[in-house]
């Protein structure tokens, strides 16, 4: 409380009082002893483990005087906190108490109007002034990680570029190497590259790869040609031992990774590939380049000698089949030659999964492949990699590979395309900002909100034809894993196992179960997870042979993300393969909000609050959870079958909406984008076997 006053003589004064304050501290003299600091000022990051959410008191004036004229004001502080100076020096790489000159940390503080007394002078005042001050501070959830079981819910990015990918420095990102990748993945504050401003990932990640195409580029600080093996060592020791440095186990992972990029006359064959071992074991490699060979089969040859040799494992990701015309999900090989078990039983192994959605695109599927999904037409990239349209083929979509799939299992044995499904954001400003609110563009070139405005830029001084602009970029891709743990082993499992699912960016939490046991009560269960293991099989499973032709069910439970939109619906996708040998797909609705009913398997659209011309919305529609056990109502215990869940958000701003509007444009006339999408996840698939 400060107070001022006007004495009898004319001279003024001030005195402060604290009122009310946390913790057992003692006043003296009417004043309390520092509260103390959970600044760590080398991360530029603090902790609410001090301090109170809330203070209120009544004060009584012990100095009143009911001749004396007087104000009174209220100053609230804070805990101490990071000043933005420390952000700044901390996002440059500088130690702040030594480059800016201003302190570390400050404690910020609202300051009340004041409150005036004035005597009476017709009928003097003989009590008191009483203050009345209450102060209540609005606290948001916990973003601890959701667990189930041993199980935990990871959230990753694992296809990020730096400085060290030719293509990314010649985009303009010079500057952002695999440090500052880490740290903007683990929430410090870093240098947008191109833009120069400070920012900061609002919600840290718990894991990435750092996936810099092989062979590295112009980017990294190594002296001399970067064709000779010398440079290529020297570069890959920096860049392993950046990721051995920021890896910390069970708080945050980096896994060592790279892309090995195959663009056979500029179709995209690209795979991320990543590994759990740690730096001094990933020194004994220089990793695979596709200009050694553009083959897939060649590089999976490369990863088994590899493994062989030093004892470690490889996840390999494919991704852009959207960009693949169709080579991705093939009928035959490289060389054309049909595929074999062998064949199937390779790619499995070294490529359990595929990246279904990223910045170039979406890959699930295609309204010209599945006409009757009216959610197929979700960030589909029109622009191949060097200049053109992309081509609609089968084979460069997940959905019709999955249903290949089927066909070879039934033919050879074995199933070469029995993915798993992920998500990655593929920047390559070093930054993985997947979210629409923040999302600054997928290169320096095509920065902030003006950068939807402009032609990609040239990679390597070459311009691309019919590239697209920026806005054709889709800010989106992360990936939940279900872990037993944040390590690079435990997550390297969840991979191979595909316990894990794709989202467009919201932090939607996903669970899936299989099984032929499970009721409709199991729904409302206080443990979902336990029902869930102990009655079926998760994301990624098997299931086979149904006892006595009992149909297939799923146990599904979605929840919004915390700080996002509320959720529209739960889809199944299921896939099947009949007794002619010909495959079929089919969507169905099987939980929404409100009171939509049903027909044909479908409900009609929420509705949308999206207010374009703000580029806001409102969690008036929808709900925060949907939960339900699914029996498959056409199940055939004799068809094999996959099934995997997408869940929609209500409408939402695109990036897009929110740059024109920033802009002061209409987003429906410049952009070339809807105003609004339904952010989604995608979980990984359970297959049935008779």
Same mark, same amino acid.
């Given at each position: 409380?400060?107070?001022?006053?006007?004495?009898?003589?004319?001279?003024?004064?001030?005195?402060? +009082?604290?009122?009310? /304050?946390?913790?057992?501290?003692?006043?003296?003299?009417?004043?309390?002893?520092?509260?103390?600091?959970?600044?760590?000022?080398?991360?530029?990051?603090?902790?609410? !483990?001090?301090?109170?959410?809330?203070?209120?008191?009544?004060?009584?004036?012990?100095?009143?005087?009911?001749?004396?004229?007087?104000?009174?004001?209220?100053?609230?502080?804070?805990?101490?906190?990071?000043?933005?100076?420390?952000?700044?020096?901390?996002?440059?790489?500088?130690?702040?108490?030594?480059?800016?000159?201003?302190?570390?940390?400050?404690?910020?503080?609202?300051?009340?109007?004041?409150? /005036?007394?004035?005597?009476?002078?017709?009928?003097?005042?003989?009590?008191?002034?009483?203050?009345?001050?209450?102060? !209540?501070?609005?606290?948001?959830?916990? &973003?601890?990680?959701?667990?189930?079981?041993?199980?935990?819910?990871? /959230?990753?990015?694992?296809?990020?570029?730096?400085?060290?990918?030719?293509?990314? +420095?010649?985009?303009?990102?010079?500057?952002?190497?695999?440090?500052?990748? +880490?740290?903007?993945?683990?929430?410090?504050?870093?240098?947008?590259?191109?833009?120069?401003?400070?920012?900061?990932?609002?919600?840290?990640?718990?894991?990435?790869?750092?996936?810099?195409?092989?062979?590295?580029?112009?980017?990294?600080?190594?002296?001399?040609?970067?064709?000779?093996?010398?440079?290529?060592?020297?570069?890959?020791?920096?860049?392993?031992?950046?990721? *051995?440095? %920021?890896?910390?186990?069970?708080?945050?992972? &980096?896994?060592?990774? @790279?892309?090995?990029? #195959?663009?056979?006359?500029?179709?995209?064959?690209?795979?991320?590939?990543? !590994?759990?071992?740690?730096?001094?074991?990933?020194?004994?490699?220089?990793?695979? #380049?596709?200009?050694?060979?553009?083959?897939?089969?060649?590089?999976?040859?490369?990863?088994?000698?590899?493994?062989?040799?030093?004892? =470690?494992?490889?996840?390999?990701?494919?991704?852009?089949?959207?960009?693949?015309?169709?080579?991705?999900?093939?009928?035959?090989?490289?060389?054309?030659?049909?595929?074999?078990?062998?064949?199937?039983?390779?790619?499995?192994? /070294?490529?359990?999964?595929?990246?279904?959605?990223?910045?170039?695109?979406?890959?699930?599927?295609?309204?010209?492949?599945?006409?009757?999904?009216?959610?197929?037409?979700?960030?589909?990239?029109?622009?191949?990699?060097?200049?053109?349209?992309?081509?609609?083929?089968?084979?460069?979509?997940?959905? !019709?590979?999955?249903?290949?799939?089927?066909?070879?299992?039934?033919?050879?044995?074995?199933?070469?395309?029995?993915?798993?499904?992920?998500?990655?954001?593929?920047?390559?400003?070093?930054?993985?900002?997947?979210?629409?609110?923040?999302?600054?563009?997928?290169?320096?070139?095509?920065?902030?909100?003006?950068?939807?405005?402009?032609?990609?830029?040239?990679?390597?001084?070459?311009?691309?034809?019919?590239?697209?602009?920026?806005?054709?970029?889709? &800010?989106?891709? =992360?990936?939940?894993? @279900?872990?037993?743990?944040?390590?690079?082993?435990?997550?390297?499992?969840?991979?191979?196992?595909?316990?894990?699912?794709?989202?467009?960016?919201?932090?939607?939490?996903?669970?899936?179960?299989?099984?032929?046991?499970?009721?409709?009560?199991?729904?409302?269960?206080?443990? =979902?997870?336990?029902?869930? +293991?102990?009655?079926?099989?998760?994301?990624?499973?098997?299931?086979?042979?149904?006892? %006595?032709?009992?149909?297939?069910?799923?146990?599904?439970?979605?929840?919004?993300?915390?700080?996002?939109?509320?959720?529209?619906?739960?889809?199944?996708?299921?896939?099947?393969?009949?007794?002619?040998?010909?495959?079929?797909?089919?969507?169905?609705?099987?939980? @929404?909000?409100?009171?939509?009913?049903?027909?044909?398997?479908?409900?009609?659209?929420?509705?949308?609050?999206?207010?374009? &011309?703000?580029?806001?919305?409102?969690?008036?529609?929808?709900?925060?959870?949907?939960?339900?056990?699914?029996?498959?109502?056409?199940?055939?215990?004799?068809?094999?079958?996959?099934?995997?869940?997408?869940?929609?958000?209500?409408?939402?701003?695109?990036?897009?909406?929110?740059?024109?509007?920033?802009?002061?444009?209409?987003?429906?006339?410049?952009?070339?984008?809807?105003?609004? =999408?339904? *952010?989604?996840?995608?979980?990984?698939?359970?297959?049935?076997?008779?």
């Amino acid at each position: 409380m400060i107070k001022g006053w006007l004495d009898e003589d004319g001279e003024t004064h001030e005195r402060v +009082y604290d009122v009310a /304050w946390v913790g057992q501290r003692t006043a003296t003299n009417g004043m309390v002893q520092a509260i103390g600091s959970t600044v760590d000022v080398a991360r530029a990051t603090y902790e609410n !483990t001090i301090g109170s959410a809330e203070l209120s008191t009544v004060w009584v004036d012990p100095d009143f005087d009911p001749d004396e004229r007087a104000f009174y004001y209220v100053r609230v502080l804070e805990i101490p906190t990071p000043r933005y100076s420390t952000y700044d020096a901390v996002a440059l790489g500088l130690d702040p108490e030594q480059a800016t000159g201003q302190p570390a940390a400050i404690q910020e503080r609202p300051f009340s109007s004041p409150v /005036w007394y004035t005597p009476d002078t017709t009928t003097k005042m003989t009590g008191k002034i009483w203050l009345l001050a209450s102060l !209540t501070l609005a606290v948001s959830a916990s &973003a601890r990680p959701v667990t189930g079981q041993e199980r935990s819910l990871y /959230w990753g990015d694992t296809h990020v570029h730096t400085s060290y990918s030719s293509d990314a +420095y010649g985009m303009g990102t010079v500057n952002a190497d695999p440090e500052t990748a +880490y740290r903007f993945a683990k929430g410090l504050p870093v240098v947008y590259p191109g833009l120069g401003h400070r920012v900061r990932l609002d919600r840290p990640l718990d894991f990435l790869v750092v996936a810099d195409h092989s062979p590295v580029g112009r980017g990294a600080p190594v002296e001399g040609d970067r064709n000779t093996p010398e440079f290529q060592e020297a570069a890959w020791s920096l860049y392993v031992d950046a990721a *051995e440095r %920021n890896n910390d186990p069970g708080t945050f992972t &980096a896994l060592i990774g @790279w892309e090995w990029t #195959s663009t056979p006359g500029g179709t995209n064959l690209h795979r991320v590939v990543f !590994t759990p071992t740690d730096a001094e074991t990933a020194k004994g490699f220089l990793p695979l #380049s596709a200009r050694a060979s553009p083959r897939p089969e060649d590089l999976w040859s490369w990863l088994e000698e590899t493994s062989d040799r030093l004892g =470690i494992d490889f996840v390999a990701i494919p991704h852009n089949a959207n960009l693949s015309n169709g080579l991705m999900f093939d009928m035959v090989d490289s060389d054309g030659r049909p595929i074999t078990a062998e064949y199937a039983r390779t790619r499995m192994r /070294w490529e359990p999964l595929v990246e279904v959605l990223q910045m170039k695109g979406t890959s699930e599927t295609h309204p010209f492949l599945s006409p009757e999904d009216e959610f197929a037409n979700f960030e589909l990239f029109p622009f191949r990699l060097l200049g053109g349209r992309t081509v609609i083929d089968p084979g460069a979509f997940v959905r !019709t590979a999955l249903l290949r799939g089927l066909q070879f299992e039934e033919g050879v044995g074995v199933n070469p395309y029995k993915l798993g499904i992920q998500g990655a954001t593929d920047s390559h400003t070093s930054l993985s900002d997947g979210n629409e609110d923040l999302f600054a563009g997928r290169s320096p070139g095509q920065a902030g909100p003006a950068g939807g405005l402009t032609p990609a830029p040239p990679v390597n001084g070459r311009v691309r034809e019919d590239a697209g602009v920026g806005w054709n970029s889709a &800010a989106q891709g =992360i990936t939940g894993a @279900w872990s037993t743990a944040n390590t690079r082993e435990a997550l390297t499992a969840a991979f191979k196992r595909k316990e894990v699912y794709a989202t467009s960016g919201p932090r939607m939490q996903l669970r899936m179960f299989g099984g032929f046991e499970f009721e409709a009560e199991d729904a409302d269960a206080r443990d =979902i997870a336990a029902v869930g +293991y102990g009655g079926g099989v998760p994301m990624g499973g098997d299931l086979a042979q149904a006892p %006595n032709g009992t149909p297939m069910s799923l146990l599904i439970h979605a929840v919004k993300d915390p700080v996002g939109a509320n959720l529209d619906r739960v889809q199944v996708i299921k896939g099947w393969l009949d007794d002619d040998g010909e495959t079929h797909e089919r969507v169905y609705d099987v939980a @929404w909000a409100g009171q939509r009913t049903a027909t044909n398997g479908k409900v009609p659209a929420i509705g949308s609050t999206v207010d374009v &011309a703000r580029a806001t919305y409102e969690n008036t529609i929808g709900t925060a959870e949907l939960s339900t056990v699914w029996v498959d109502p056409d199940f055939d215990p004799e068809e094999r079958a996959f099934y995997y869940v997408r869940v929609l958000e209500i409408p939402t701003p695109r990036y897009s909406t929110y740059d024109a509007v920033a802009l002061g444009l209409d987003p429906d006339q410049f952009t070339g984008q809807p105003a609004a =999408i339904q *952010e989604r996840a995608y979980s990984s698939p359970i297959w049935y076997t008779p």
